[in-house]
């Protein structure tokens, strides 16, 4: 069923047809012995900057604003640190989900190839739901990308951008009854 999906999610466009995706599949066997694995590896210097340093206006704040919504539908408070770095460190479990993939792509490429395999990972997001799977990309594993190079064995030349926990939804987790907000139309799109 994954091979079947990557094989439709590859029809997503990319600049030039360049198609810079890499992708590493985690399932099964491979991820019991992934999560052992991982289990005995410290947290890293991330492999590049997930947001800007002193993210902006009004992107800071529709940041934020998910954290604390996503932080109260599962009952963690303000200043319960340990509560919300547990519940980060759950990304490292794929928050359960039986199957991931790891996807890189060379070093060598610039901002336009890393736009591509953002079409391709949303492709096969879409994909995955059609076929009543549920998702959740990871950019969190950047702060892992040695442990997940060394694990998948990527070539050094390939540069992690991020995971995806791919399983099925727990429809009675609060925290999927979470329904993330958007930006005005007005905000975003200008009529000239
Ligand atoms: C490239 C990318 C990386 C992401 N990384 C993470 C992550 O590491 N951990 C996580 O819990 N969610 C992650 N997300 C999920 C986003 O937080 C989520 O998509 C966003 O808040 C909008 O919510 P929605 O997808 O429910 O509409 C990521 C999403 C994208 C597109």
């Known amino acids: ?56 206006e009004p992107h800071r704040t529709t940041r934020f604003e998910l954290g604390e919504q996503m932080y109260a539908l599962l009952g963690i408070e303000r200043d319960d640190r340990a509560g919300r770095i547990e519940r980060m460190m759950d990304n490292y479990g794929f928050f359960g989900a039986p199957a991931a993939i790891f996807c890189f792509l060379d070093r060598r490429m610039l901002p336009p190839q890393w736009s591509d395999c953002g079409m391709f990972l949303q492709t096969l997001m879409l994909l995955c739901e059609e076929a009543g799977l549920a998702t959740c990309p990871q950019e969190i594993w950047t702060n892992r ?3 997940v190079t060394d694990f ?35 905000s975003f799109a200008h009529w000239i």
């Open 1 to 56: 069923m994954l091979a079947e999906l990557l094989r439709k999610a590859a029809r997503s466009p990319s600049g030039g047809n360049v198609q810079p995706w890499k992708i590493y599949v985690v399932n099964g066997e491979s991820m019991d012995r992934f999560q052992a694995f991982i289990a005995e590896r410290d947290i890293e210097e991330p492999g590049y900057d997930i947001y800007p340093p002193g993210l902006w």
């Open 145 to 147: 990308s040695q442990a």
């Open 152 to 186: 998948v064995g990527a070539p050094e030349e390939l540069m992690l951008f991020c995971g995806m926990a791919i399983g099925h939804k727990d429809e009675d987790h609060p925290v999927n009854t979470l329904r993330s907000e958007r930006l005005p139309l007005e």
